[in-house]
């Protein structure tokens, strides 16, 4: 197949790439908005005087809401532009991570989290949309993948510079200080960023009302793409969120007795290992589009016997090589679950792909929600067991795996049809 841009194709470029990165840069700070509480888990519980269950309550909310909020934002990201919802999202989430930073009880933060993951909501399938309004589509795997890197840098500002700005100035200076991070990066939006290049606007969003908006989200859920999509992420993404969005920390001090400092290097190791993976999953896939679901159903075995060998290893902590070779192992969860958009996406026309991937985004983010509060309610009732109350995970993996091989033919005979039919149509298009 021929590289060269499709005719109608948005030209790319170096406008393209600056106008692009405006998009990440505002995702890349609600990633580190996002993952802020996993560095100040411990913190949070002495300030606000809770316990675990109340502890993972934050993030499942922030979750809940972002979680639920996916496919309207999917709807509306094509009908009002990704400036718009870009804007919208980093006002919402400057404004959380602020009132966080000087909220004086447990119910103002819970509120300041939950508005901070309706604005981080918006921010990732709008990049999604950018990248393809301005770069041609067989950019658009590669596009994603680079999105998803620059999100996992933003965690890693999370484990290096926030940690260390928590412990040396406090609570209230660090979150405040890093919410200045969302001004500027709406500024830049605001003065530098547009929708689409000259001459490539999009076609004028049909107002049909609600109607039209259920046959949008009925016939993405109808295509086994789709669904497959949802269940890769589902299974792939939540072991290593859980992990760093908030108990990785606490287990690795107090299951595993590292020091704070240690803990934090171990957690920089799971983002490193996701960017060096993400990188090289992006360039099998590239050229070998058959190894999306191998790489997945990979991903999943390896997760499960490197956290099952974690956790029951004899004696009473695990040594440091196992829990090295868990966080890299760890990496390689998220660029897991960003093939589920590599089967969502072709499985659905243009205008319907906001609708398919906020579908698809659901899945990761229900599971986390899910693993969040099941960890937190069996750590409460079995004194910090965590050997017990990380076995949920497995249960997920299980769940999530039996959905992933159900529809894996169903998905893969539909996407072949859709192929040989493309390809009959480019037959058919005069030179």
Same mark, same amino acid.
């Given at each position: ?9 948005? *030209? ?64 509306? %990201? ?21 009132? =966080? ?55 890693? %500002? ?33 003065? =530098? ?63 595993? /007795? ?18 060096? $993976? ?22 999943? /075995? ?22 090295? $070779?868990?966080?890299? %192992?760890?990496?390689?969860?998220? *660029? ?39 960890? /937190? ?14 076995? %949920? ?39």
């Amino acid at each position: 197949m021929s590289n060269a841009t499709l005719p109608g194709d948005p *030209p790319g470029g170096r406008r393209a790439v600056a106008i692009w990165c405006i998009g990440v840069a505002v995702y890349f700070v609600a990633v580190i908005f996002r993952t802020s509480l996993g560095v100040a888990g411990l913190d949070a519980v002495d300030r606000f005087h809770m316990n675990a269950s109340a502890l993972s309550t934050f993030s499942i909310l922030q979750l809940l809401v972002y979680a639920g909020m996916q496919i309207p934002v999917g709807l509306l %990201v094509d009908r009002l532009g990704t400036k718009k919802m870009l804007g919208l999202g980093a006002v919402l989430f400057t404004a959380g991570q602020l009132g =966080f930073a000087f909220s004086p009880s447990y119910g103002t933060a819970l509120a300041s989290r939950a508005l901070l993951g309706c604005g981080d909501a918006m921010t990732f399938i709008s990049v999604l949309r950018l990248g393809t309004r301005w770069f041609p589509a067989r950019r658009g795997p590669l596009v994603a993948q680079l999105a998803g890197l620059a999100g996992m840098a933003g965690n890693l %500002v999370s484990t290096l510079v926030l940690a260390r700005l928590l412990h040396g100035i406090g609570w209230t200076p660090a979150f405040a200080g890093s919410a200045l991070a969302g001004v500027v990066v709406l500024v830049l939006l605001l003065l =530098f960023l547009k929708d689409h290049p000259e001459g490539h606007e999009p076609q004028p969003f049909p107002h049909r009302g609600s109607a039209y908006v259920r046959r949008q989200i009925v016939a993405a859920w109808r295509e086994p793409g789709t669904r497959l999509g949802l269940w890769v992420h589902f299974t792939t993404q939540f072991p290593a969120m859980v992990f760093l969005l908030l108990w990785g920390l606490p287990f690795l001090v107090e299951a595993q /007795g590292l020091s704070r400092a240690t803990a934090g290097e171990l957690l920089t190791l799971v983002v490193l290992s996701n960017m060096v $993976v993400g990188l090289v999953y992006g360039q099998i896939v590239a050229r070998h589009h058959a190894a999306r679901l191998p790489l997945a159903l990979g991903t999943v /075995g390896a997760t499960a016997l490197v956290w099952a060998a974690t956790l029951v290893y004899p004696g009473e902590r695990a040594p440091m090589w196992l829990l090295l $070779v868990l966080c890299t %192992v760890l990496g390689a969860c998220g *660029p897991a679950s960003m093939l589920g958009f590599d089967f969502a996406r072709p499985a659905n026309p243009p205008e319907r792909q906001g609708t398919a991937s906020g579908i698809t985004n659901m899945g990761g983010f229900v599971a986390s929600m899910t693993t969040l509060f099941a960890i /937190g309610v069996l750590l409460d009732a079995t004194d910090d067991d965590y050997t017990v109350a990380f076995s %949920v995970v497995f249960v997920l993996q299980a769940f999530g795996l039996s959905q992933i091989l159900r529809l894996r033919r169903r998905a893969a005979r539909r996407e072949r049809e859709r192929l040989v039919a493309s390809r009959v149509e480019t037959v058919h298009v005069p030179a």
